[in-house]
C-alpha cells in the first residue's frame, strides 16, 4: 500500500477526529467551561455578544419573556448596524480591507474596498436612498447579483433604518412581485445583468417584469454590472442609474439612525410548508449579536483574517456570514460572484490561494461536487493559509467531510458543521473548533447557552442513541421575531406543536425548527433533515407545495404531486408526478409547460428533474395524496405499507415507469 491509501484508510475508519492542535493554540475559545458557564447564567451569559457590539444607548434588560413566544433582547438599548459594521472600525481599520470582492471574468482585477471606501459609498447611497424617498421603517427590497454593491445596499438601509427585504436573484419575476406586494414595498434594487460561466446574462428584464406585477409604485436602483456586454436597456423615468446616484451624492454624509434594539433590521421570505413563502422578520441588536459572536466563536473570525464564504447573499447565509457577522468583527470578508468550475474546476482553490484565505464556509453540495470532480483541482494551489473550514445547509455524509478534511483542510483545519436556519438567524448547533472533538457527519453539540432538545413526538426528550424531532427549549437573540404582519402563523408554524399556547410562561414555549435529529452520548446532534413539505436541493429551501402550484397551473395538468428525491450531489432534486387531462397525449409539449410555468413562478433551480406522467396518484380513501410513497419510488426505495390506499394497483404501475425508463 502507498503512503497516501494508508492514510485514505486510516480516515475513512476514524469516526473522532481532535481539534488540530495547530489550530487549538490561536483558536478565539478553547475552554471548555463555557458550556456550564453559559448555562449557570443563562439568559445573562449573553451580555457577551452585546457587548461585542457599539451602543448609542445600553440596553437596560437582556431578556424579556414577559409575552412568549415573542421575546425581546436587550430592550432599552439603542445602535445602528451600518456604524456597527463600518465607522467604528475606521480608526483602526479604514486602509484595512473590508470587502474583496472577485467578478467571474478573470481579467477583470478584484477589487480591494477598504473600510474607509466602505465607508464613504454606504454613506453616499443612504443619501441617495434617502432623496428617493426611503424613510426610516420603509421596506427596501433588493434582486441583486453578487456585485459589490449588493453589501453596500443591505448597509445603506441599515443606516438609515429601512429593512432590507432581499429577493435571490435566481427568483422569478413574480416571486419577486409576491415579495413586494406581501411586504408593501416601494423600492427595488437591481441590476443589469451579471456574468455566469462567461455568459453575460440579462437580468433586469426579469426584476422589471417583477415590478409591473406589483400593485403600487415602485423607484427601482439598476447597478450597471455588465457595461458594454450589457442588454442595450435604456433605463425609464423610474429607474435610476446606481453609479449616476452615487456621482450625485459624492462625499455626502448621512449620520447613523439610531435604532431600538428590537426595531427591525430585515425581513427575508423562506419557504414553509402551505404555499405562500413565509416573511422571517430579524430585529437590529439581536441580530447582529448573535451574527458577531457565532461569527467570533464558531468561524473563528479575527479582523486580520480573510475570510471566504461561498453563498449568495440572497440567502440568510449571505446575510449573517459574508456581511453582518464579519463585518461587525471588522475582518476581511470575500464574496465571488461566478460559478465554482469557471473557467475551470479550481476556481475557489485559486481564490484561496491568491488572497490567502484563512476561512472557508461553503455547503455540502459544493463538497460533493468537488470531490466528483477530483483532488487534482485544490492540488494546484497553495491552501496552506486556510486555518478553518466550515459547511452550512443540509446534512453531510461523513465520505465527503473526510474528503474536505484531508484534501482541503489538509488535516490542519477543523471543520464546523453548523446547523441553523433563515428563522434562527445564525449558528445553533455546532462544534465549537477549539474546544470540541469532531464527529464526521454529526453537527455537534448546542452551542453553550443554546437549548436545543431531540424530543418524542410527545416532546419528551429521547435517551442518548435514540431519535426524533429537533427542538430548542429556550429563546435565544438571534431568533426571528415574528412573521411579517403575520403573528398567528408564526405561532402556529414554529411553536403549536410543542408548545402550551395558552400559557404565558416561557417554560411552556417551545420551538419548532421542523427537522427530524437524532442524538448521542455525549450529546452531539445529528440533523437528518426536514420533516415538513420543505426540500433541500443544492442547499436551497423550497416548498414543495410552492412547486405543486407551479405545475399544477401549467396547460393541460390535471393534478400533479411533488417530492424531494435523493441526489448525489444536489442533496435532493425535484421529481414531479403528473396527471394529464384527459384527451392530452403529447407529453413533450406539456413537460415544456411544466418547467415554464415552474421557471416563472418560482425559478430555474425548482425546475423538476424529472416529471413522470401517471394516470392517477396514489391516494388515501380519504382522498389524500401518499407523497410519502412517491417518494420511495423515486428513491428506489421498498415500498412501505399500502394498505390504506383507495388504489393500491397504481403504486406498481408508477414504480415500473420509473424504473423501466
Ligand atoms: C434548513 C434551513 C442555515 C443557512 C442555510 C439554510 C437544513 C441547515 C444544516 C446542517 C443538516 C442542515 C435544515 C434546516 N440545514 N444546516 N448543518 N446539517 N441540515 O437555511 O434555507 O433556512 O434552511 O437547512 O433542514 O432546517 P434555510
Given at each position: 500500500m502507498t503512503e497516501e491509501t494508508n492514510l485514505e484508510t486510516r480516515i475513512a475508519e476514524q469516526d473522532v477526529f481532535e481539534p488540530p492542535a495547530s489550530f487549538v493554540e490561536q483558536a478565539n475559545v478553547t475552554d471548555a467551561g463555557i458550556y456550564e458557564e453559559f448555562e449557570e447564567n443563562w439568559p445573562d451569559c449573553w451580555e457577551g455578544a452585546a457587548d461585542l457590539l457599539s451602543w448609542d444607548e445600553d440596553y437596560e434588560t437582556v431578556l424579556d419573556d414577559s409575552n412568549p413566544p415573542f421575546y425581546e433582547w436587550f430592550t432599552g438599548g439603542t445602535l445602528n448596524a451600518s456604524y456597527n459594521c463600518v465607522d467604528r472600525h475606521l480608526p483602526e481599520r479604514a486602509d484595512e480591507v473590508a470587502i474583496e470582492w472577485v467578478g467571474e471574468p478573470t481579467d477583470e482585477s478584484n477589487r480591494s474596498i477598504t473600510y474607509g471606501e466602505l465607508h464613504r459609498e454606504v454613506n453616499e447611497f443612504a443619501a441617495a436612498l434617502r432623496d428617493l424617498g426611503v424613510s426610516e421603517d420603509d421596506v427596501v427590497t433588493m434582486h441583486m447579483p453578487m456585485v459589490a454593491a449588493h453589501p453596500v445596499a443591505l448597509l445603506a438601509c441599515a443606516r438609515i433604518g429601512a429593512p432590507h427585504s432581499v429577493v435571490f436573484a435566481g427568483f422569478s419575476a413574480e416571486a419577486l412581485a409576491d415579495r413586494m406586494n406581501a411586504a408593501d414595498s416601494e423600492y427595488l434594487i437591481t441590476a443589469d445583468g451579471y456574468y455566469r460561466r462567461g455568459d453575460p446574462l440579462d437580468h433586469l428584464s426579469k426584476s422589471r417584469e417583477g415590478v409591473a406585477d406589483v400593485d403600487h409604485d415602485v423607484e427601482t436602483v439598476v447597478v450597471d454590472r455588465l457595461g458594454d456586454d450589457g442588454h442595450g436597456h435604456d433605463l425609464r423615468a423610474d429607474e435610476h442609474d446606481y453609479d449616476d446616484l452615487m456621482a450625485a451624492h459624492e462625499g455626502a454624509t448621512v449620520e447613523p439612525v439610531e435604532r431600538d434594539a428590537e426595531d427591525m433590521l430585515f425581513l427575508m421570505y423562506t419557504s414553509g410548508t402551505t404555499g405562500k413563502p413565509k416573511g422571517v422578520k430579524h430585529t437590529t441588536a439581536g441580530y447582529l449579536a448573535w451574527t458577531a459572536w457565532t461569527s467570533q466563536n464558531?468561524?473563528?473570525?479575527?479582523?486580520?483574517d480573510t475570510y471566504f464564504c461561498s453563498a449568495d447573499i440572497g440567502w440568510i447565509t449571505g446575510h449573517s456570514y459574508i456581511v453582518y457577522g464579519p463585518l461587525a468583527l471588522g475582518t476581511t470578508t470575500t464574496m465571488y460572484e461566478g460559478a465554482p468550475d469557471y473557467p475551470e474546476q479550481d476556481r475557489f482553490w485559486e481564490i484561496v490561494d491568491d488572497l490567502d484565505v484563512t476561512q472557508f464556509y461553503t455547503a455540502p453540495t459544493a463538497i460533493r461536487s468537488f470531490m466528483k470532480w477530483g483532488a487534482e483541482y485544490p492540488e494546484r494551489?497553495?491552501?496552506?493559509?486556510?486555518r478553518l473550514l466550515g459547511t452550512v445547509g443540509e446534512p453531510i455524509n461523513p465520505k465527503p467531510w473526510k474528503w474536505y478534511y484531508t484534501h482541503i483542510g489538509g488535516e490542519e483545519c477543523p471543520i464546523v458543521d453548523t446547523w441553523w436556519q433563515t428563522e434562527t438567524g445564525g449558528h445553533m448547533v455546532t462544534t465549537l473548533p477549539g474546544v470540541n472533538d469532531m464527529k464526521p457527519g454529526s453537527a455537534g453539540?448546542?452551542?453553550?447557552g443554546v437549548d436545543a432538545q431531540v424530543v418524542d413526538g410527545d416532546g419528551e426528550e429521547v435517551p442518548a442513541g435514540g431519535a426524533g424531532y429537533l427542538t430548542v427549549q429556550k429563546p435565544w437573540p438571534g431568533m426571528l421575531r415574528t412573521l411579517y404582519n403575520n403573528d398567528e402563523r408564526f405561532i402556529e408554524e414554529y411553536w403549536a406543536e410543542y408548545s402550551d399556547t395558552e400559557s404565558d410562561d416561557p417554560e411552556d414555549w417551545v420551538y419548532f425548527p421542523e427537522d427530524g435529529a437524532k442524538v448521542d452520548e455525549d450529546g452531539y446532534i445529528t440533523v437528518v433533515g426536514r420533516v415538513d413539505d420543505v426540500v433541500n436541493v443544492s442547499g436551497h429551501r423550497l416548498g414543495t407545495m410552492e412547486i405543486e402550484s407551479a405545475v399544477v397551473s401549467a396547460d393541460h395538468v390535471a393534478e400533479a404531486a411533488v417530492v424531494g428525491a435523493d441526489h448525489d450531489v444536489k442533496g435532493e432534486t425535484i421529481h414531479a408526478y403528473v396527471i394529464l387531462e384527459?384527451?392530452?397525449?403529447?407529453e413533450e409539449a406539456v413537460r415544456k409547460h411544466i418547467e415554464n410555468a415552474v421557471e416563472d413562478k418560482i425559478g430555474p433551480i425548482a425546475r423538476p428533474e424529472r416529471i413522470v406522467f401517471t394516470p392517477e396518484l396514489p391516494k388515501t380513501?380519504?382522498?389524500?395524496?401518499?407523497?410519502r410513497l412517491l417518494e420511495e419510488i423515486s428513491d428506489g426505495e421498498e415500498l412501505g405499507d399500502t394498505s390504506t390506499l383507495r388504489n393500491p394497483e397504481i403504486v406498481r404501475d408508477i414504480e415500473a415507469e420509473v424504473r423501466g425508463e
Open positions: 464558531v468561524l473563528d473570525v479575527k479582523p486580520e494551489h497553495d491552501l496552506s493559509s486556510l453539540p448546542p452551542l453553550p384527459s384527451g392530452v397525449d403529447d380513501r380519504s382522498g389524500k395524496i401518499m407523497r
